[in-house]
């Protein structure tokens, strides 16, 4: 589902984020990344949602070549992916409900259905409650959570996640692992950069560890 063929990422002058890493996932998989700050694990990510290109090598998704892919494909790619990332910020002038909705709208989707799945991906993040909510009234723990609901709202096959529980208190953190756990028993593919490995290490199938952009063994 995702692979990774001798994929370098440099940044000029010459600094090599990601070093010849290959990997492979299955799907329905749950992979962590783990590593120093600055060891590559966000640069791996937005590889494979085509925010970053490859210097050299192959990232596969689905089989597709996403470093190969033309901009206007670049939104069908991404249709299949939800990410967790620290730069996708919420929209603090829209509530809760339109922060999610917000994917779908752009996505064209009629305005009922989109209502629907927005209720249901706020529902599987426990904030129905508070879809009226601005994100400033929410707590970190919440408003993760809401990023997660926007991420999901797609219903995308794959899940990409950087650091979702940097920040968050020990309770809140396992609470946002839970979520995490729930998607992947219903079979979607999860990559997760962490250093909370203890959070996620019972049901990951995977552990890559990156040590300036190489790939430990
Ligand atoms: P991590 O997520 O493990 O902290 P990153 O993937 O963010 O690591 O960064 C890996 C290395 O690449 C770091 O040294 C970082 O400074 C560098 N880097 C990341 N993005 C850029 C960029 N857009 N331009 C230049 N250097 C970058």
Partial sequence: MIRFEHVTRRYPPGMEALADVSFSMKPGELALIGGHSGAGKSTLLKLIAAIEKPTSGTVLVNGQNVGA???????????????????????????????????????GFPPREAAKRVRAAL?????????????????????????????????????????PTAHLDPDTARDVAEIFRDFHQVGVTLLIATYDDALFAEFASQRLTLNHGRLLA
């Avoid at 967790?84 to 409900?97: E, G, I």
């Avoid at 994100?135 to 919440?142: C, F, T, V, Y």
């Avoid at 997660?148 to 650091?163: G, S």
């Fill in 69 to 107: 892919l033309k901009r206007a494909a670049i939104p069908y790619l991404r249709r299949n992916l939800g990410l967790v990332f620290q730069d996708q910020k919420l929209m603090f002038d829209r509530n809760a409900f339109e922060n999610v909705m917000l994917p779908l709208s752009i996505a």
């Fill in 123 to 163: 529902d599987k993040v426990g904030l129905l409650e508070r879809e009226k909510a601005l994100p400033i009234a929410l707590s970190g723990g919440e408003q993760q959570r809401l990023a997660i609901a926007r991420a999901v709202v797609c219903r995308p096959a794959i899940l990409l996640a950087d650091e």
